[in-house]
């Protein structure tokens, strides 16, 4: 549909005519007609006059409809902002594992991922009667992705997070002079404490990261 019979459809829809729409616009009625007969377009300082008098967006009145594309990234999104820190992990693991299926390559899906993947391992590790085999998948997966993340991904922030992710596993893993090689030579040059420096302020990986998170929000 063309911008101009969109205009007559939301005309009619609004009980104008085209001699009572070009009076408030301050055009011609001609200049009406030609839009919806598609001769020509309105001026496009008339869209958000057109858009108000009709009680539309003007995304809507040029026909810029959302994509399937983009309400799904938006799902997924708001699943991150609300899964990302949250206590619910396999929830967390779930939406995070779905948005890096739909999306292997956007980054903070990925990231998310990885965290997820640690979040559920430590809880494995912490229960009463725990699957090594789970663990021991899980926790590589973690690293795999976060180590995608820190080799692909220009996002500084996006990067800093691999970055403390691994070292929190690693830590957590016992592989301290891997964690703290990581720290020295991967993170990014900064304004905040660097991780290595951070590493002294703390024993395990989980308080390191949220110690370094707190500094960067």
């Known amino acids: 549909m063309t911008i101009g019979e969109r205009i007559k459809t939301l005309r009619k829809k609004n009980d104008l005519t085209q001699e009572k729409l070009a009076d408030y616009l301050c055009v011609s009625y001609q200049a009406v007609s030609k839009w919806e007969c598609g001769v020509s377009n309105p001026d496009i300082t008339l869209i958000a006059p057109l858009a108000k008098l009709f009680g539309v967006s003007a995304d809507e009145l040029l026909g810029i409809t959302e994509s399937d594309d983009d309400k799904t990234r938006k799902r997924y999104d708001a699943a991150l902002k609300k899964h990302r820190n949250g206590q619910d992990h396999s929830g967390s693991y779930w939406w995070a594992k779905e948005a890096f299926l739909a999306y292997p390559q956007n980054y903070p899906y990925v990231e998310w991922l990885a965290n997820a993947e640690y979040q559920l391992a430590f809880d494995e590790s912490q229960a009463e009667n725990p699957s090594s085999d789970y663990f021991e998948e899980l926790i590589e997966n973690s690293l795999r992705h976060y180590e995608t993340v820190i080799e692909d991904c220009t996002d500084t922030d996006i990067y800093a997070k691999a970055v403390l992710g691994k070292i929190m596993v690693l830590r957590f893993l016992d592989r301290t002079q891997e964690a703290d090689w990581s720290a020295e030579f991967e993170y990014p040059d900064v304004?905040?404490?660097?991780?290595?420096?951070?590493?002294?302020?703390?024993?395990?990986?989980?308080?390191?990261?949220?110690?370094?998170?707190?500094?960067?929000?």
């Open 191 to 217: 304004n905040i404490k660097t991780a290595f420096q951070a590493l002294s302020l703390c024993e395990e990986g989980q308080a390191l990261l949220n110690y370094l998170e707190n500094e960067m929000q």
